[in-house]
Every structure is written in C-alpha cells, then in structure tokens.
T-cell receptor
Framework: DAKTTQPNSMESNEEEPVHLPCNHS???????IHWYRQLPSQGPEYVIH???SNVNNRMASLAIAEDRKSSTLILHRATLRDAAVYYC?????????????FGTGTRLTIIP | ETGVTQTPRHLVMGMTNKKSLKCEQH?????MYWYKQSAKKPLELMFV???????ENNSVPSRFSPECPNSSHLFLHLHTLQPEDSALYLC??????????????FGPGTRLTVL
C-alpha cells in the first residue's frame, strides 16, 4: 500500500484557516486521496476525497498538487469542534481493494 | 449519527469470559469492517466482509471470531481474550461500487477492557 506522511501535530487559532499537509510520493494512478478525521471519543468520520482535481464540500477543501505527490486539506474557518486527529489515506479504485490503512495522522489543536 | 450503531458501548470482561460485540448499519451498504484502535497506535483493520463473505482477515488471533449473518449486521465474538486486547473496537460499513472511492461510515465503537 502506498504510504502517506503527515505532521504529528498542528495548532491553529479559532476562526482562522487551517492547512493540513500530506505527502504521498509513491501514489499510483488508481489511488484516491481520502481524508478522515476522528474527534475525541468518536469513530472516524469521512471528510473529503479527490483524485486529480481540487475538491470542495461543506466541511473542507482538498487541494491536490499537479503531480499528485502531495495534497492539502483546508479548513476555511476553524472552530473548536474541528479539534481532532486528521488522517490522509490513499485508497485504490481497484474493485475489491477498499482497505483503509490509517497512519498516525495529524492532531489538530484549535486555540480559542 | 452515522447510521452505524454498535453495542455495547463499554464492556469489561475477564480472560475466561465469552462475549460478543454487535454492529448494525441502516444505510443499505454491502460491506462491513471491524477495526481495532489500541492506545497510541493507528487503527488496525481486522476483518472485511463484502456481500456477506469474509474477504480480509489481517492475521487476527483466533480468539476473535467475526460473523456476518446478513448485510446489515456484523458480530465480533470474543473468547479467552488477553489484557492486551483491551482497545476501542470500531465497526464501519460502505457501499462498494466498481471503480469508485468507497466512503466508510464508522460507528461510535465499543470500549473493551479485559481484566
């Protein structure tokens, strides 16, 4: 499985944008880039995914580098409820290979 | 509320007990998963069921026995566990379609303590 590299922790001030980086230099052409987050005492929740183009949804934006070897999850205006561990995961589009391989993620702390 | 429920939410058991964890999804998904999250370790995939067939078993000890009687229910039967098996056990489900990224929906987990 292709690996991802994320910083262990980041801090951000409330109501400011947050950019969470992820490196995936060994990504293959069939790998989607997924982001999940895990709030304290909860199971992980899906945030966003993309393949080649930048993506936006109600939770966040995903900016994907042109060579696809890195990506950035953008929270446009962080709130205290965004404090969580954020996981960047590569998921193959090959049918029958839907394994999510979680790393250690980035622990995001929001400062009031 | 993700549409995936797990019971019980907390479980304390002795090493000689037999217990079962239950997971139920109301999303019409065709794949279900068991994950284990130990303290300070990444989530580990344990089992995958796709269309009610087990398609993945990540070298999990036989003291963990999964069961998927239908596409909506998943069980994890536990027997003669060890204290190091204490962890958060998470269930997830997804709808697998060919060529598509399959978002997984997670339950809240069962916090298991083995004494």
């Amino acid at each position: 499985d292709a690996k991802t590299t994320q910083p262990n922790s980041m801090e951000s001030n409330e109501e400011e944008p947050v950019h969470l980086p992820c490196n995936h230099s060994t990504i293959s052409g069939t790998d989607y880039i997924h982001w999940y987050r895990q709030l304290p005492s909860q199971g992980p929740e899906y945030v966003i995914h993309g393949l080649t183009s930048n993506v936006n949804n109600r939770m966040a934006s995903l900016a994907i580098a042109e060579d696809r070897k890195s990506s950035t999850l953008i929270l446009h205006r962080a709130t205290l409820r965004d404090a969580a561990v954020y996981y960047c995961i590569l998921l193959s589009t090959n049918f029958g290979n839907e394994k999510l391989t979680f790393g250690t993620g980035t622990r995001l702390t929001i400062i009031p | 509320e993700t549409g995936v429920t797990q019971t019980p939410r907390h479980l304390v058991m002795g090493m000689t007990n037999k217990k079962s964890l239950k997971c139920e999804q109301h999303l019409g998904h065709n794949a279900m998963y068991w994950y284990k999250q130990s303290a300070k370790k990444p989530l580990e995939l344990m089992f995958v069921y796709s269309l009610e067939e087990r398609v993945e078993n990540n070298s999990v000890p036989s003291r963990f026995s999964p069961e998927c009687p239908n596409s909506s229910h998943l069980f994890l039967h536990l027997h003669t566990l060890q204290p190091e098996d204490s962890a958060l056990y998470l269930c997830a489900s997804s709808r697998i379609v060919a060529g598509g990224p399959n978002e997984q929906f997670f339950g809240p987990g069962t916090r298991l303590t083995v004494l």
